[in-house]
Structures are given as structure tokens and as C-alpha cells.
């Protein structure tokens, strides 16, 4: 079983239509951090969240961390055909290593 | 900055042969990491690196190995290769293991047959 979960698998919106992302620990957390790749390509950081309750925004993406620090939900608003890929959260677990165990990935199309 | 470079882009191996994925950063960062993607399974950490001459093994090191003479290169080898370790390779760096982003590299798709 994965440490960390991601929900959904894969998402298909209409362009323009809102939409949200979910990544569950099976643990606390020591901080959270939401990637993007295009196919082909490395990753793109999005956003990292350390503290329960933090929420941060960039352009039309808002990340939450939930107050028990288990859970982050990426939340796009009117979606484009440009955030189409794949978004991944990671997770460190502890300040020891820096080491990043991965959720298995929600790849999003967005329709035109 | 060039950031994380990783060569060759793609390769094509036989089971059994050998060979290195070269990975440079040039922005002084401690902290390396190698990491293989497998369709719908995310990223999995191979090994990871704290500093020079440091190595540690991370989620799915069998089958490879790692050194770090240098702050910048963090070469990863494989030195059997088997049609499981048919993958995407990322290597990645970071300056803080607290807090700071990793940024990865743009990756090496590696084929065995």
C-alpha cells in the first residue's frame, strides 16, 4: 500500500470548469509539496505547505494542508487547456533527509 | 544557471549490460536524489545523497549503485540491467532537507531488452 494516495487517478474537464485534487498520508506529514510534468518532461514545483491549516495560491491554483497535516487537496479554478499533465504531491516525514516519498500521480486533460 | 542537466536523454540496453546516468547541478546544493518513474506509480526514490562523499539508499536501490566525489555530480550505475529496470530517471537537488523545493532534472528514458 502507498504511504501517500492520490485521488483521482486521472481527470477529464471541460475547459473553464473548476476542479480538485487529493492527497492523503497514512501519517503526519513534516511538509507537503504539489508538482506538475508534462508528458516527457521533469517537474515543475507548484507549492510546498509545512504548517496544519496553511493555504497558498499561485495564478489559479490553491493548495490546502489540512489541520492534522494528513491530508492537501490542489484546487484549479476555471480550468485551461495549460494546466493539462500530471500533478504529483510529495511528502517528507521528517527534517532528517529531505527525502520525498511520492503519490502516484492524477493526470488532468483539459478539454477546449 | 543550467540547473540539474542529466545525459544521455534516452538509451537503449541490453539485459546485462552496464552503464551511468550522469547528473549535474550548478547551483551548489547539498542534497541530491535519484529517482525512477514507472507508468501510474509515481516516483520512487533509488538513492539519495546529503553532501560529498555521503550516500544513503532510498525505496528501490537493489540493482544500483551511487558515489558523490563532487558537490555537483551525482552519478547513478547500473551495472546488470534487467528488462525491470526499463524506466524514467530523474535525478533532483535541493539546498535545504527542511524545507526547500527540489528541482529536477528533465529526465533519462531507459529501455532493456
Known amino acids: 500500500s502507498q504511504e501517500l494516495e492520490q485521488s483521482p487517478q486521472s481527470l477529464i474537464v471541460q475547459e473553464g470548469k473548476n476542479l480538485t485534487i487529493n492527497c492523503t498520508s497514512s501519517?503526519?506529514?513534516?511538509?507537503l509539496y504539489w508538482y506538475k510534468q508534462k508528458y516527457g518532461e521533469g517537474l515543475i514545483f507548484l507549492m510546498m505547505l509545512q504548517k496544519g491549516g496553511e493555504e497558498k495560491s499561485h495564478e489559479k491554483i490553491t493548495a490546502k494542508l489540512d489541520e492534522k497535516k494528513q491530508q492537501s487537496s490542489l484546487h484549479i479554478t476555471a480550468s485551461q487547456p495549460s494546466h493539462a499533465g500530471i500533478y504529483l504531491c510529495?511528502?517528507?516525514?521528517?527534517?532528517?533527509?529531505?527525502?520525498?516519498?511520492f503519490g502516484q500521480g492524477t493526470t488532468l486533460q483539459v478539454k477546449p | 544557471n543550467a540547473g540539474v542537466t542529466q545525459t544521455p536523454k534516452f538509451r537503449i540496453l541490453k539485459i546485462g549490460q552496464s552503464m551511468t546516468l550522469q547528473c549535474t547541478q550548478d547551483?551548489?546544493?547539498?542534497?541530491m536524489y535519484w529517482y525512477r518513474q514507472d507508468p501510474g506509480m509515481g516516483l520512487k526514490l533509488i538513492y539519495y545523497?546529503?553532501?560529498?562523499?555521503?550516500?544513503d539508499k532510498g525505496e528501490v536501490p537493489n540493482g544500483y549503485n551511487v558515489s558523490r566525489s563532487t558537490t555537483e555530480d551525482f552519478p547513478l550505475r547500473l551495472e546488470l540491467a534487467a528488462p525491470s529496470q526499463t524506466s524514467v530517471y530523474f535525478c533532483?537537488?535541493?539546498?535545504?532537507?527542511?524545507?526547500?523545493?527540489?528541482?529536477f532534472g528533465p529526465g533519462t528514458r531507459l529501455t532493456v531488452t
Open positions: 545523497s546529503v553532501g560529498a562523499g555521503i550516500t
Open positions: 501519517k503526519t506529514l513534516y511538509g
Open positions: 547551483m551548489n546544493h547539498n542534497y
Open positions: 510529495g511528502a517528507t516525514f521528517s527534517s532528517n533527509t529531505g527525502k520525498l516519498i
Open positions: 533532483a537537488s535541493s539546498y535545504s532537507r527542511t524545507g526547500g523545493e527540489q528541482y
